[in-house]
């Protein structure tokens, strides 16, 4: 997934860049017809794989080519493939018991895009946050065998989930729980 920066970025470098070229007015104009486009209901909201999504791909190619951006995606265009996971749908089949009680979707736990379908049995272990990051000195899993269990994990780190945080290149969530079942987990 790209970073909402990332993605602000690169609807507004063609407009800066293509601002220098036209009159403060007309610059004007021309980023919020942008704007107003790519806001518009006809993309959708640009969910990724629908149609306002390529519509909106499209949109932005056109722009960086009017610009002269050279085109350093895949097979020399500007996109660039890379996994996505979507979004879980939520309804009926969502469902989670431990033991004989049935725990409430989004009241108490939640699918990930990665959460995979399946009945497993195991007790469940406490992870801490699931961290594993010697280069901070730092191990939730130290002592802590995995193997047949549940790993139960916060979604926060040591201190925090923030920009700033040390931790920060451990705050991947699919990452964490590819590291409880590397380490023997069962579920996550």
């Given at each position: 997934m790209r970073s909402p920066f990332f993605l602000l970025a690169a609807i507004v470098a063609p407009l800066v860049l293509e601002a220098q070229r036209l009159s403060d007015a007309d610059a004007v104009d021309q980023m919020k017809y942008d704007v107003q486009y790519l806001a518009s209901d006809r993309l959708e909201g640009r969910?990724?794989?629908?149609a306002g999504e390529r519509l909106a791909a499209e949109y932005i190619a056109q722009k960086f080519g009017s610009i002269g951006l050279m085109p350093y995606g895949d097979s020399a265009t500007y996109r660039q493939a890379f996994p996505f996971a979507g979004v879980p749908k939520l309804g009926e089949a969502n469902a989670l018991q431990v033991g004989r009680k049935k725990l409430k979707l989004e009241d108490h736990w939640s699918p990930l895009p990665f959460s995979a379908s399946g009945e497993v049995r195991g007790t469940v272990l406490k992870c801490g946050y699931g961290i594993h990051a010697p280069d901070l000195g730092?191990?939730?899993?130290?002592d802590l065998d995995l193997t047949g269990k549940v790993a139960a994990l916060s979604i926060s780190s040591p201190d925090g989930i923030h920009p700033h945080s040390k931790?920060?290149?451990?705050?991947?969530?699919?990452t964490r729980a590819d590291q409880a079942a590397e380490r023997g987990a069962v579920a996550v």
């Open positions: 969910e990724a794989g629908t730092y191990d939730d899993y130290a931790y920060l290149a451990y705050h991947d969530l699919r």
